[in-house]
């Protein structure tokens, strides 16, 4: 018997994979005094939620090897999917689902006297991302797994994910996340495949022994990259993938060298400073920092990842002149595409490829998606910034812009504004490396995220690279895995699909569909507004519980989470609050259907208007809500430190979906997904998968306003003028007025100038040429509202038609159109 054969037979012995109730609940027991060191009676509900969550894994570790062995023995392609963000959420409900076990556990933590709900609510959240970008990696890593794909995630272990939100008089205010506190059960420290890369130094030339000249490296320092491994199960599959995240370590924890000379303090100071590496998320987004430390995360996530690949490779005795037959990595965005110039530093400095197979191999091994449109969002680095951190990096990215830019002037003779255009370095100024244009040249593969998006890309910011190659560009509109946004979040939903069309929709989501043929029916409606119902009350639970503000469930939630951003637009939605707040101040009896505002996210750190938008959410809150004239008819909630979490607790409880950024800004948006297939109705722009979602599901069941993309074009080219807009809008007029006489800020007239300066004098979002038109779809929805049976057969059609945005479906296009990647079924050994 081999050693393998041995160790799996053995557990077979040992009931690993057993979930008969008693032998779990004896597992639980066991894994309490046996990690937790404490007994059933005294442990506190922390003690359980890790006993629990080391018991579950214990059941996934059979996957996780078995899918390890049958990876280990196939030559099939692995997809690399490389982030600096992974915004995971919790781990323990998401398994249960996924391993298919969620009842038979919940029963069996029960009958021990424990609450299941209660022991998932203690897990900290991981959250090692922004916003949408770090998400759509989470869902995405899902969708590979349960499509049996083989595939790792490759990342950061960031030691502070994002900051925790807590709302202050008002004011954002930031606290330092401490996800690891208790220990994370799902991860395993793999010290035995640790990376050492180098940073910084000089580079110099030398004559090998065939006579050739060539460059070496001398680095500055090394750190450690020490990988933390953890099971990602496909759905009701026995593949279980692996989530790779690097920590940064000393390469000693101690210098003896320093030491030696006496200097305590500065032996120390070097194992700090290497650690601080991987210490803290950057918590922007859209507006990446041009920080040197950002960088150095960027570089050393790659190359601890592209290390990685190549010992995997080689463990199959395979060549490095086929890695790209082995790997298709995939950057998101471009936080990740110094990969490109580290897998050119490997194949030609450490492994002497000639320069053409190098770039070979690095174009068919990557692809790149584009998250965004937003000029101020396309990472650019300095210069000198990079030659000081990546010294070889610089020349070889020198290089690879040079023979680059030859095939441009061939393609264009005497073009010399596209060979600008199109060049690596920025040189309109102070010289920058443009990491998007890298990342495009470096892969063979270049998508947005959304049609529109994809098309914009193709017209505006990569426009040039467009005409040179069209066919490297794809569209593949995000999508959001149903597993965690339906099942997990919305039980009772769920249990009304089993009902009616089994519980296939949760592999194959088009299987929604056959709800459409409920819509009509009266008694299924009933169920279904009694379900929504149902989930706002929970909602409003949590609501009163997080801020005080008592909210009437039977009134319509009106909600919009997401980061707070002048591009997305929450200040529309205060604007067109307050002009419903002075009708009915104005008017009584004026027909204001009773409604719940609710409103989360977190705005950047150092972005201090967006960090005033909140207060002025929270600001007409303040009035509104305590207003006697207007009890029962309006409410303004912001909910403090939107989450993974939190998200899940929202989106089922939701009745209308505000997506109302500028067209052309959102590059796709998945929290318009979200909503929607929990039966939320969309008002919204056509921006981003707005327009599919709307084409999806019928234009009469989505509420849309506003200019479109072209329109928006043409406004500018036209010359916008906000004031001339505002003041032959009476309502806008007056809102304005209303905020800017300080109504909002107990008289105070400076509070908000900003926000009201910004509108009158640029207002770069173009709020006021598109107010009146959201304003007229907003009336458009209360009289949808009203019609009770209308609106819930709008809401049954908008969940049976959102097949297309389940991440499964995103994930098998990339597999066919990007990484040609096939399914690799995995027995249980
Ligand atoms: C988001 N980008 C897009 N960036 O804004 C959104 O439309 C899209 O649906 C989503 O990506 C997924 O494709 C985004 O979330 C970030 O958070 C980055 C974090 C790091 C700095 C730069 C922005």
Redesign the pocket.
């Known amino acids: 018997m081999s050693p393998t054969e041995l160790s799996a037979d053995l557990l077979h012995a040992s009931d690993r994979t057993s979930l008969s109730k008693d032998s779990f609940k004896r597992a639980f027991i066991d894994n309490l005094f046996y990690t937790q060191g404490k007994f059933l009676q005294v442990a506190t509900h922390k003690d359980y939620y890790q006993a629990l969550a080391y018991t579950v894994r214990d059941r996934l570790l059979y996957r996780w090897v078995s899918t390890a062995t049958a990876y280990t023995g196939q030559v099939s392609r692995t997809v690399s999917y490389l982030s600096?963000?992974f915004l995971m959420g919790p781990s323990l409900g998401n398994t249960l689902i996924n391993l298919g076990i969620l009842d038979e556990v919940r029963q069996a933590v029960g009958e021990l006297g424990l609450d299941l709900t209660d022991l998932l609510d203690q897990e900290a959240e991981p959250g090692l991302g922004?916003?949408?970008?770090?998400r759509?990696a989470a869902c995405f890593i899902d969708s590979l797994a349960t499509l049996e794909l083989p595939a790792l995630g490759y990342g950061i272990r960031y030691e502070h994910g994002i900051f925790y939100q807590t709302i202050v008089d008002g004011w954002q205010v930031e606290n330092t996340d401490n996800w690891l506190r208790y220990g994370n059960p799902w991860e395993i420290r793999r010290p035995e495949w640790s990376v050492e890369v180098k940073i910084g130094g000089f580079t110099e030339t030398y004559t090998d022994t065939e006579d050739r000249h060539r460059v070496r490296w001398v680095p500055a320092k090394t750190v450690v990259g020490v990988p933390f491994d953890s099971p990602i199960p496909g759905y009701r599959v026995n593949t279980a993938n692996t989530l790779r995240l690097w920590s940064a370590e000393a390469t000693q924890s101690f210098d003896f060298e320093v030491f030696n000379r006496g200097d305590y303090l500065g032996a120390v100071n070097k194992k700090v400073t290497s650690e601080n590496l991987t210490k803290i998320l950057?918590p922007?987004?859209?507006?990446?920092q041009g920080k040197e430390l950002r960088l150095e995360q960027q570089y050393f996530f790659v190359a601890c990842s592209l290390h990685d690949m190549i010992r995997i490779l080689k463990g199959q005795g395979g060549s490095i002149e086929r890695f790209h037959e082995k790997f298709a990595v995939q950057l998101n965005?471009t936080?990740p595409a110094i990969g490109v110039a580290e897998l050119m530093r490997i194949l030609v400095d450490d492994y002497l490829l000639p320069w053409n197979d190098a770039w070979s191999i690095t174009t068919q091994t990557f692809g790149y998606t584009n998250?965004?449109l937003l000029p101020e969002?396309l990472e650019r680095w300095p210069l000198d910034l990079f030659r000081r951190l990546l010294p070889r990096h610089l020349e070889l990215i020198f290089e690879i812009n040079e023979r680059f830019l030859h095939d441009v002037r061939v393609a264009f003779l005497g073009d010399e504004a596209r060979v600008r255009a199109l060049s690596l370095i920025d040189e309109t100024g102070e010289r920058y490396v443009r990491m998007a244009h890298l990342a495009t040249v470096g892969s063979h593969a270049v998508n947005g995220?959304a049609t529109l998006h994809s098309d914009l890309l193709k017209k505006d910011v990569l426009a040039d690279f467009y005409a040179l190659s069209p066919q490297k560009f794809h569209s593949i509109t995000?999508g959001v895995t149903p597993r965690r946004w339906l099942a997990l979040a919305n039980p009772r939903l769920c249990e009304l699909f089993r009902e009616t069309i089994g519980d296939g929709w949760a592999k194959e989501l088009d299987q929604l569909r056959r709800l459409e043929r409920h819509a009509d029916d009266a008694a299924f409606a009933e169920r279904w507004r009694a379900i929504k119902l149902d989930n706002k009350r929970q909602l409003a639970d949590l609501i009163v519980q997080r801020t005080g503000i008592e909210v009437d469930p039977e009134s319509m939630f009106d909600v919009q989470v997401k980061r707070i951003h002048e591009y997305k637009r929450q200040h529309l939605a205060v604007l067109q609050i307050i002009a419903m707040y002075h009708r009915l101040k104005s008017d009584p009896n004026a027909e204001v259907l009773p409604r719940t505002f609710i409103f989360s996210g977190k705005a950047a750190p150092g972005y201090a208007i967006a960090k005033l938008m909140i207060r002025l959410i929270t600001a007409i809150g303040d009035v509104i809500n305590y207003d006697p004239e207007v009890r029962g008819r309006l409410k303004v909630v912001f909910m403090p430190n939107f989450s993974v979490t939190t998200g899940q607790r929202i989106y089922p409880g939701a009745d209308l979906s505000e997506q109302i950024s500028l067209a052309g800004k959102?590059?796709?948006?998945?929290g318009n997904m979200k909503f929607a297939m929990n039966g939320a109705l969309t008002i919204g722009t056509m921006d981003?998968a707005n327009i599919e979602i709307c084409e999806e599901v019928g234009s009469d069941n989505f509420f849309t306003f506003g200019m479109t993309a072209a329109q928006v074009e043409e406004r500018r080219r036209a010359g916008y003028d906000p004031r001339e807009v505002i003041e032959a809008n009476p309502e806008l007029h007056a809102v304005v007025e209303l905020i800017r006489n300080g109504l909002f800020s107990r008289g105070d007239t400076e509070l908000f100038k900003p926000i009201i300066d910004g509108l009158l004098w640029h207002d770069t979002y173009m709020l006021a040429a598109d107010y009146a038109s959201y304003s007229d779809c907003q009336l458009e929805v209360d009289r949808a509202y009203r019609d009770t049976a209308r609106w819930t057969r709008m809401s049954i059609l908008n969940v049976a038609r959102s097949g297309k945005f389940s991440s499964d479906r995103s994930i098998q296009e990339y597999a066919d159109k990007i990484w040609k990647v096939t399914p690799v079924s995995v027995p249980l050994l």
């Open positions: 600096a963000e922004n916003g949408g970008l770090g759509l950057y922007n987004d859209e507006t990446p965005d936080h998250h965004t969002a995220v995000n959102e590059a796709s948006g998945t981003g």
